[in-house]
Each structure stands twice: as C-alpha cells, then as structure tokens.
C-alpha cells in the first residue's frame, strides 16, 4: 500500500474555496480522499467543488458562530461519513497600523483565525477520539516567525495557532490522532500576487532572502498537506513544518 495514499478518508477542509485552501482539497482529492470543503460564500464553494470534481462536496459555514460548530461536524458526519482528517485552513486579516486597532477588531481576528479552530477541531475531535484515530492540520503563516508591520491581531492568532498545535498534540496524540501545522511562507495566490505586484519593494525583499529565489505554489502546501495527513508521516505529530523556499532562513 502506497504509505501517501489516502484512499478511503474524508478531509474537512475549510476555507476549502480558494487559494491554499483549495489546492489542499485538489491534493487530497489526487491522493484518494473524499472532500468536503467548508466556507461561508456558497457560490465560491459550489465553483470550487465542481472544479474538483468527483470526491468533492461543500458545505457553509461560518465559522465564526462558534455555537454552532458542534452541529455542523455532526451533520458533516451524518451526510458523508465520520471525518478522518480536518484542515483548518479558513482565516481572515486586517491591515492596519497597531495603533489604530480597536478592542473589537482584534477579538475578531482571534475569534476567527484561533479561536474558531480550537472549537472545531474540539468538536472534531469528539467524534475521532472513540475511533482512535484521525489527523488534524492547522495552517499558520510566517507571520508567526517574523514582525511584521500592521498584522499584530492577524500575528498573535497565528502564533497562537503554533502553540496550541503543539498543546493538543500533547493531548490527543494518545488518542491516536495527530495534530500537525503547515507555517506557508509567501505562496502564489491571487490575493499575495496582487499585494505583491502593487508593491514591487516588499516583493523585491521577499525574493531577496529567500533562498529559492521564487514564491511558492499553492500545490507545494497541497503535497505537504498530503505528506502530514497520511500514513507516511504516522509518527510525526505536534511540528510545524515551514513551506516558504528557505524564506525562514535566509538572510
């Protein structure tokens, strides 16, 4: 058996529409998965999924109502089987000086960026743990690593993301579940590509340290998805694994 198979599991994948989210849908579609991809624009997602084609499904969600999570993992289970892995992929930003980020700007972005994902993968969690097995995957950002100007909320979040990966794999990883994260560096998705072509200095600074000297591809965060929710990393769980060309690293 192909130990990067994943023939025969179901991925929850959110945020599963566009950019990375989707190229982890499309990679864990090639390897044999069944995918539902979850979101809150249902004409993003419909597209998405018929572009996938057969193995994908999507559902909304906002992920913010943290109250109703529990509900939507157990009708994700009830129409298409109990879920083998979870991606945590689904996010938002604000730009804007620290200064001028209020109280409330900041909850949200935790709320949604950490918060969120700890209660879904909780109430994943619930499900799996009677089963003795599953994979859970968190997405960080290279935020994480670096200062970087006018993301403090969007930084703390994802630190926060890094942390608690490491928590909960301490946790549930005698459950037989595995919680992984992947800390992207700069990928090429319609949303970087244009903060990025409108800002030829930053860009110039991006590909100056990093050692691969291009940006990544969404499919390079889809194939490490794969690699950590598969059998071929089964004893691999509470690391955070940089997919940036060195970006880390360079100087």
């Given at each position: 058996m192909?130990?990067?198979s994943l023939k025969g599991n179901l991925a929850l994948v959110t945020g599963g529409g566009s950019g990375i989210g989707l190229a982890i849908a499309r990679s864990f579609i090639e390897a044999g998965a069944r995918v539902v991809i979850a979101g809150r624009r249902e004409a993003v997602l419909q597209a998405a999924a018929a572009e996938l084609g057969n193995g994908a499904s999507y559902k909304v969600c906002d992920l913010s109502v943290l109250s109703g999570l529990a509900a939507f993992v157990e009708n994700i289970e009830q129409e298409f089987g109990p879920i083998d892995i979870l991606v945590n992929n689904?996010?938002?930003?604000?730009?804007?000086?620290?200064?001028?980020?209020?109280?409330?700007?900041?909850?949200n972005i935790l709320q949604v960026?950490?918060?969120?994902?700890?209660?879904?993968?909780?109430?994943?969690?619930?499900?799996?743990a009677p089963r003795g097995k599953g994979s859970i995957l968190l997405i960080s950002s290279m935020a994480s690593q670096y200062g970087i100007p006018k993301v403090v909320a969007y930084t703390a979040a994802k630190s926060g993301v890094e942390g608690i990966t490491k928590a909960l794999a301490v946790e549930w990883s005698p459950l037989g579940i595995r919680i992984n994260c992947i800390?992207?560096?700069?990928?090429?998705?319609?949303?970087?590509?244009?903060?990025?072509?409108?800002d030829p200095?930053?860009?110039?600074?991006?590909l100056a340290r990093t050692p691969m000297q291009h940006l990544g591809k969404p499919e390079d965060?889809?194939?490490?998805?794969?690699f950590l929710c598969s059998q071929a990393a089964k004893y691999i769980t509470g690391v955070v694994l940089p997919v940036d060309g060195g970006n880390a690293i360079g100087f």
């Open positions: 192909n130990a990067f689904a996010g938002i930003n604000l730009k804007k000086p620290a200064l001028e980020v209020s109280d409330a700007e900041f909850e960026n950490l918060q969120a994902v700890f209660a879904l993968s909780r109430e994943a969690v619930a499900k799996m800390a992207p560096g700069f990928i090429e998705t319609d949303m970087s590509a244009k903060a990025l072509n409108n200095e930053r860009k110039n600074r991006v965060v889809g194939q490490a998805a794969v």
